[in-house]
């Protein structure tokens, strides 16, 4: 689609709406908010908009449709599939100033929040009133909720306690038309008309832009056991995951490091240091929470008869909380740590947990064939397996022709275990032309459909999702 | 909509489909298919039809789009919203044989069933193998999964392990224009795309006929306590509910009962007699489950403390299985107790749970003011309260004329509580009047768009769902 220029009229009537103060064209800004943490792309905006509150949000939709200029909501900008680039440039919508916790409903155990709000910070907040929101993405110290709506984010927690949209029940959304809605109640069952929440969820901003969020919380708990499990053989490690389950444990993380993963982490964080012995291949890092510490202490047990029914070196308990907290960093550090290690391309493959050791081994053959080195860590007890694909001293012309091709023969194995492209980083720019590997064009159309009727325009945050050629 | 009438050139084309022995158009039959748990609704089809594969399917919904007739898809006949009545006749398309459980996956605690399985059954293969199957709508002895899928059924369980749509994690589906499809992937996250599943699951059969469901599962657990509570007055009942919750304990049920339903249902079921002292207004069933037997035994005696701040009569624990079975018995009775009693209309209102007690005595203020009477119960744990509006000596007119403005003041007393219309029995034919309470035109209007991309020629259940205004 060809959008139209942003001129210096729509400049003032964006800065009428929002107050100047909030409308930046300065190249800093722009180049700040034109970036994410997918790869190295840069794609600035014409204009960087900042908002505050819903009613300036429609208003400037409703503007967008009449100059045919396309807005991009953009969040924490921590997103790994490009989501929230402005790659057709118009206007960069940012959701920073949507940063208050409106209400935690401790009768109901509930939150209604902003969408610019950094997940820590909310995961903090209802901690201080005795309730627990789960979901932890690895960059919550800095990505917005909204953003966790918009792609469907996961984490380490996800495996017991399911991802974002397990805890959402209702959202204030602006159309693109500029219609305000909410999407449901605030009710932890719903069977009211199609379920336009869910289909919000995960929409990555293609859909409406979301300004309030319902979700629903957990009573706390305040014990857990965390113990990391050094194996000699990397498919051993994800056969594991799936025993763990058959003896009846969901833990409440279940992650996955190769040998590479841990070493080049260890040297990009300070002051976390795991005696590793020569032929380790990979790490289990396995919490059990709850209320009891007698059960926990049982369930660790029952892990560990499991764990030791393969070949592994000595099991290592977590006992204080600076060394919980030094565990969980090096966990939360290594996507960080293999991007500042070399040039890289991140997939977010998923399969049924009990594929993964298929799923491994069929990434390495693959790397083989194409020329690539990749280190693969991730949330093994839902099946999610982050694959890093790292540059390193493959040629240019070879990172740009072969890596593709072997991304799109891992995404065909992927499907073929029955699993998928993308388990919490979403498709956004950098997935949506592998999207017919995991959908027919019957399904795609029903996509496109869908985003015609919410968006006759074709003007929020195009160029997502849809492969190429479903793009308006 | 004006549809075609069924002919005989029609019925021998269905029967060179699915084979003679399965197209039925004898009067017993249809009037069979023609109703379901619903007040006294018959809608009898032109045609039965029972297809046994999802390419039979397809043809069908080709034929009808070319024939310009009606097709209903019709589950286990237990719905108590009318998704599944023919209200245009046409063709009833009976899922009866669509009965097998395809493969329980004990690697990855996944099951592939197909829609017309007993959910009853299910929950009973998957035990056999130590796995676990939560969703217990009252009508699991004859409802069909598929059923539950499309209405997004709930049950007692839900408050700790959450509705249908929390396990359901792929279908396939004929969509109305005969195309197959996949909706997502056997995996426990998924990132991939607009959430074609989750908005399959609630739409009631007007988006596409599943035919197959994959669905997670979870390890056994193996104990329970059952505690039943009598409170003298039924909104401290309510507010007990949220308490529990707010002492960090999340029940595996929690039961609301008023008096009558109590009464009405001993009446109704054999074996079951529980002594109830004069001036007991309500009772909460309430069950804890897990793992370990003493965790259990401290929930239960915490609960005892919140409950014992109330006005409430000695706790009856249900100390032997066959005790428990009876309460159980007793409490999925109370829908068939009362419709055995009166005529009547159910509605499935919900709100969040500390809105309860609000609720309950609105409804009763409401039944004043028109003239009935109504007897709630429910799972108010979720906050969903069904109100059985019972007719009793309430005239003919009365019932047609006050009886449903009243209903439209309960709802919008529900949705002033920030709540909706419906928790797990769907709008179907009978609520889809209600709609404009709970959403707003553009909400409605993009409902409508959704509909038009997936059943253009509005062939699929028509007449539900969507108020009559928007029904093409």
Redesign the interface.
């Given at each position: 689609m060809k959008f139209a220029d942003i001129n210096q009229e729509m400049i003032a009537q964006l800065e009428a709406v929002v107050g100047q103060s909030f409308v930046f064209t300065d190249a800093q800004t722009r180049n700040d908010y034109g970036h994410d943490e997918t790869e190295d792309y840069v794609f600035p905006a014409s204009v960087v908009v900042k908002p505050g509150t819903a009613e300036e949000i429609s208003t400037i939709l409703k503007l967008a449709n009449q100059w045919n200029v396309p807005v991009t909501p953009i969040g924490g900008r921590t997103g790994l599939s490009g989501g929230a680039l402005p790659i057709h440039a118009g206007i960069a919508l940012s959701t920073d100033r949507f940063d208050k916790i409106i209400h935690i409903?401790?009768?109901?155990?509930?939150v209604m929040v902003e969408p610019g709000v950094i997940t820590h910070n909310l995961r903090e907040a209802v901690a201080e009133k005795?309730l627990f929101y789960p979901p932890d993405p690895s960059s919550l110290g800095s990505c917005f909720i909204g953003g966790n709506v918009s792609?469907?984010?996961?984490g380490a927690r996800?495996?017991k306690y399911?991802?974002t949209?397990?805890y959402v029940l209702n959202l204030e959304v602006v159309?693109p038309n500029g219609?305000i809605?909410?999407?449901?109640?605030?009710?932890?069952?719903?069977?009211?008309?199609?379920?336009?929440t869910?289909?919000m969820?995960?929409?990555e901003g293609t859909?409406g832009i979301i300004t309030k969020i319902v979700m629903k919380l957990?009573?706390?708990n305040n014990h857990n056991i965390l113990m990391l499990v050094p194996f000699y053989d990397g498919a051993q490690a994800c056969e594991a995951v799936?025993r763990i389950?058959?003896a009846?444990?969901?833990p409440s993380a279940l992650e996955f490091m190769e040998r590479d993963a841990i070493d080049w982490t260890m040297k990009f964080v300070d002051g976390v240091n795991v005696p590793i012995k020569d032929g380790i291949e990979a790490h289990l890092l396995i919490e059990v929470d709850g209320?009891?510490p007698?059960?926990l202490f049982?369930e660790a047990e029952k892990i560990t008869e499991v764990v030791e029914q393969f070949n592994i070196d000595e099991i290592l308990f977590a006992d204080t909380e600076d060394y919980k907290n030094a565990l969980w960093k090096l966990r939360r550090a290594v996507g960080e740590a293999v991007k500042s290690n070399s040039v890289y391309k991140e997939e977010?493959t998923?399969?049924?947990?009990?594929?993964l050791p298929m799923l491994l081994k069929g990434i390495k053959f693959i790397g083989d064939k194409y020329g690539f080195k990749s280190v693969c860590y991730g949330?093994a007890g839902?099946?999610?397996l982050h694959v890093n694909i790292v540059k390193g001293e493959m040629s240019d012309e070879a990172w740009k022709i072969e890596v593709p091709k072997g991304i799109r023969e891992i995404f065909e194995l992927t499907?073929s275990l029955?699993?998928?492209?993308?388990?919490?980083?979403?498709?956004g720019y950098v997935q949506k032309n592998y999207?017919d590997i995991?959908?027919?064009q019957?399904?795609?159309l029903?996509?496109k459909?869908?985003?015609?009727?919410?968006d006759p325009n074709g003007i929020l945050n195009p160029g997502k999702?849809?492969p190429d050629y479903l793009q308006s």
């Open positions: 409903d401790e009768q109901n155990l509930q005795g792609e469907n984010a996961g996800a495996v399911g991802v949209k397990d159309l219609d809605i909410w999407t449901g109640a605030n009710t932890l069952k719903n069977s009211t008309g199609y379920n336009l869910q289909l969820v995960g929409s859909l957990l009573p706390a799936s389950f058959k009846g444990i969901v209320n009891y007698d059960v049982a977010d998923v399969v049924p947990r009990y594929e949330h839902d099946g999610n499907v029955k699993g998928t492209l993308s388990g919490e980083h979403g498709i999207m995991a959908f027919g019957t399904s795609l029903l996509m459909g869908i985003k015609d009727v919410f999702v849809l």
